[in-house]
């Protein structure tokens, strides 16, 4: 599976932004998936996962209560809704596939793979 992530662009503090990550392969439904961010200097940082039906999700404590990670599995893609956003949310965002056999609730990155170029999300304040 190969992953695209799309939708970033420049928003100001307590704007909204929709991040879409497209999928290739026919196996996308069988995984569950992520979303991470890194702003420059910094380590990847987990924001958000998603069961590979979309029934169960997770998520860091930074975005709690204002992203929300969905999919749809017929159209291969997963979306990140980011609401109430704040400068320190600028970042480039990523998805990964969560590897099988791993941990549900895990932020570690090494748990995570099939990372899909990022997206640039910049809010300003």
């Known amino acids: 599976v190969q992953l695209q992530a799309s939708g970033g662009g420049s928003v100001q503090a307590g704007g909204s932004l929709r991040l879409s990550c497209a999928a290739s392969?026919?196996?996308?439904?069988?995984?569950?998936t992520a979303w991470f961010r890194q702003s420059p200097g910094e380590e990847r940082e987990f924001v958000a996962a998603?069961?590979?039906?979309?029934?169960?999700?997770y998520y860091g404590d930074s975005v709690k209560g204002r992203f929300t990670v969905s999919r749809d599995n017929r159209k291969n893609t997963m979306y990140l809704q980011m609401n109430s956003l704040k400068p320190e949310d600028t970042a480039v965002y990523y998805c990964?596939?969560?590897?099988?056999?791993?941990?549900?609730?895990?932020?570690?990155?090494?748990?995570?793979?099939?990372w899909g170029q990022g997206t640039q999300v910049t809010v300003s304040s």
């Open positions: 990964a596939l969560k590897k099988r056999f791993t941990a549900w609730g895990t932020r570690d990155l090494t748990d995570f793979g099939s």
């Open positions: 392969g026919r196996t996308f439904s069988n995984y569950a």
């Open positions: 998603i069961g590979s039906t979309g029934e169960v999700t």
